[in-house]
């Protein structure tokens, strides 16, 4: 089974500042990788993925993730972050050699940004 | 996703009584996920079903808990007996299929059950 490492549970930015969110992950074959995001009281909200090709990925909302294999890591980035990115984020594994598709995810780690 | 619909969003239910959550896939979906979210939490898998079949029920808790999803109609999450353990969102997800291209998981806006 799949063990997906978020490192902050909860981080505090101010407007502007730019992020990054880690993410690792337990598995060494072939995977897929997802960041999503959550809004207070709202459903997940898929920001981006990665399948194959090119390792960084660009999503939607400004936000960046690369996939590093040999770290076994995909991290999120933003260059400047905005008040309404305050919100939960989660990373996800799906394992893609198996047939049954279910994502592992991640505890979570909580943006809050200051204006 | 706005496609993936779930209902209710908020059932408050007492202790000993059963809750029934209902989730409609994304049109041409059908694979069906439930997770759910326990406060302070990630998401934890429940279970996958596909129509008139469960595929995985790893993550369900062995007693109370139950899933279908039939031919017709929408997937139901059944919690028999609640208790305040089992407060928590529960989130269903849906998919077009696996396979090796690794389709993507869409999610509902969840439904919020909370024992009192």
């Known amino acids: 089974a799949q063990s997906v490492s978020q490192h902050n549970h909860h981080v505090i930015l101010s407007e502007a500042a730019s992020l990054e969110l880690g993410c690792n992950y337990s598995?060494?074959?072939?995977?897929?990788l997802f960041w999503y995001v959550q809004y207070p009281g709202q459903h997940l909200q898929l920001l981006l993925k990665?399948?194959?090709?090119?390792?960084l990925v660009k999503g939607i909302k400004g936000f960046e993730a690369e996939f590093i294999k040999s770290k076994f890591s995909f991290n999120l980035r933003k260059p400047s972050v905005q008040w309404s990115d305050t919100a939960e984020y989660f990373c996800?594994?799906?394992?893609?050699?198996?047939?049954?598709?279910?994502?592992?995810f991640g505890r979570g780690t909580q943006l809050t940004v200051w204006p | 996703n706005a496609g993936v619909m779930q209902n209710p969003r908020h059932l408050v239910r007492r202790r000993g009584q059963e809750a029934r959550l209902r989730c409609s896939p994304m049109k041409g979906h059908s694979h069906v996920y439930w997770y759910r979210q326990l406060p302070e939490e990630g998401l934890k898998f429940m279970v996958y079903?596909?129509?008139?079949?469960?595929?995985?029920e790893s993550g369900m808790p062995k007693e109370r808990f139950s899933a279908e999803f039939p031919k017709e109609g929408p997937s139901i999450l059944r919690i028999q007996q609640v208790v305040r353990g089992d407060s928590a969102a529960y989130f269903c997800a849906s998919s077009p299929g696996t396979g090796q291209t690794g389709n993507t998981i869409y999610f509902g806006e969840g439904s919020w059950l909370t024992v009192v």
């Open positions: 996800a594994v799906k394992d893609r050699g198996s047939t049954l598709g279910r994502l592992y």
């Open positions: 598995y060494g074959g072939t995977v897929n």
């Open positions: 079903l596909q129509k008139e079949n469960i595929i995985d």
């Open positions: 990665y399948f194959s090709g090119d390792p």
